[in-house]
């Protein structure tokens, strides 16, 4: 849900009513992981999806249909051949959804508020909602803020929404969604209630350095991506808001001294543009002993042989260089710099899901795939 918050704030705002389909769960190929949401108003305005239109018409009824019942349901969607006409995901997943309505006076809607409001301004926050239970339990939520508070609850057993509360927690502090079973009295026995815990968190960073045309490109794939994109060179001429008016913001300093002092987490992509081993070495030392989700070197191969001599000679090891994404980007045969942009962009993107990078056609493996659990820390990249 909380990645239509927007719109939904614009609604709650003013005054509307409306009822939200969230992804709760998904099988094989659906086209659309856990969180992703489609609402509609009392006017019949859509916004969002959550099948990428394979089922969006039936998901558009059925939360027409919660709004004016009052009650949420949870339904799945699957592959459906017998029928040419008959309502199933063509692409042969499966896919569990959630519909809630959002009525004025709901005791629901003041935490879906909070949540919303808490996405739309960038703060840290997690949504837990019961997505399968007992009944009476359905839709229930609470938020989850990062210094552990809570507005809303679950009800039932006292300790069940203070064992929420660090479920959610832990996924906050990952950045990632996902769902927890849990039972009444607040165990994690099975069961019990299953929670879709939705996490809003800032977005990632993507630090490139090197002020050059490569970076002009990848500042602008950075941002479409996504990411919070700063730019740093230890070259004031070049490093201007003026040469990367898109970047979030432009530090003039050496790229190691400027890496030592900011802020990195699983989630930061940090990009080197610089190929010159006064600038790489001393900062490829600091980025692969930091937490990072993915650190890349741009150079020829000649130059990563000799920029790898040096990391060793400044006493890196084998496990810290194996996190080196060197040259940086995938093959894709780029020249241009919106072409290299693109081929790095693609790499981020590959390490992030789990990728091959291998074109699909011809291939047998899944096109949407679970990352490894390493991997799902830095989900929100």
């Not at 300093?253 to 990195?264: A, S, V």
């Not at 993915?294 to 150079?299: D, K, N, Q, R």
Request: hydrophobic fraction near 40%; charge should be negative; glycine fraction near 12%.
């Amino acid at each position: 849900m909380l990645d239509i918050a927007g719109e939904l704030h614009r609604w709650m705002a003013e005054g509307r009513e409306f009822a939200v389909a969230t992804v709760v769960s998904v099988g094989g190929s659906a086209p659309r992981g856990p969180g992703a949401a489609l609402a509609v108003d009392s006017e019949g305005t859509a916004v969002g999806s959550v099948s990428g239109g394979c089922v969006e018409g039936a998901v558009y009824e059925l939360c027409a249909e919660a709004l004016a019942s009052g009650d949420s349901v949870r339904t799945s969607f699957g592959y459906s051949d017998e029928d040419a006409f008959a309502v199933g995901l063509t692409c042969g997943g499966v896919l569990d959804i959630l519909v809630t309505p959002v009525r004025s006076g709901a005791p629901e809607r003041e935490v879906l508020r909070a949540a919303l409001s808490a996405a739309v301004s960038g703060g840290a926050a997690a949504l837990a909602r019961v997505v399968d239970g007992p009944d009476g339990f359905l839709g229930r939520s609470l938020l989850v803020r990062a210094d552990g508070s809570h507005e809303g609850g679950l009800g039932g057993h006292p300790e069940l929404d203070r064992t929420a509360v660090a479920e959610a927690s832990a996924l906050l502090d990952a950045g990632r969604t996902g769902t927890v079973a849990l039972s009444e009295d607040g165990s994690h026995c099975p069961g019990g209630l299953t929670l879709l815990v939705e996490t809003s968190v800032p977005p990632p960073r993507m630090i490139v350095f090197g002020a050059v045309d490569f970076a002009a490109a990848l500042v602008r794939a950075g941002k479409f991506l996504g990411h919070h994109v700063t730019v740093c060179d230890a070259r004031p001429v070049f490093a201007t808001p003026a040469r990367f008016p898109e970047a979030d913001e432009v530090v003039v300093d050496w790229p190691h001294r400027y890496l030592r002092r900011t802020r990195t987490d699983a989630r930061t992509v940090l990009c080197v543009l610089t190929h010159e081993a006064r600038f790489d070495v001393p900062l490829l030392t600091e980025a692969l002993r930091m937490p990072a989700a993915f650190v890349g070197a741009m150079g020829s191969r000649r130059t990563h042989e000799d920029r790898t001599r040096r990391l060793r000679e400044a006493g890196l090891g084998d496990s810290e260089l194996e996190r080196l994404r060197s040259p940086i980007g995938l093959d894709l045969g780029a020249r241009t710099p919106e072409e290299t942009a693109l081929s790095i962009a693609a790499e981020i993107v590959a390490a992030r899901r789990g990728g091959t990078g291998l074109p699909l056609t011809g291939g047998a493996e899944p096109i949407h795939r679970e990352p490894a659990p390493e991997q799902r820390v830095a989900s929100r990249l």
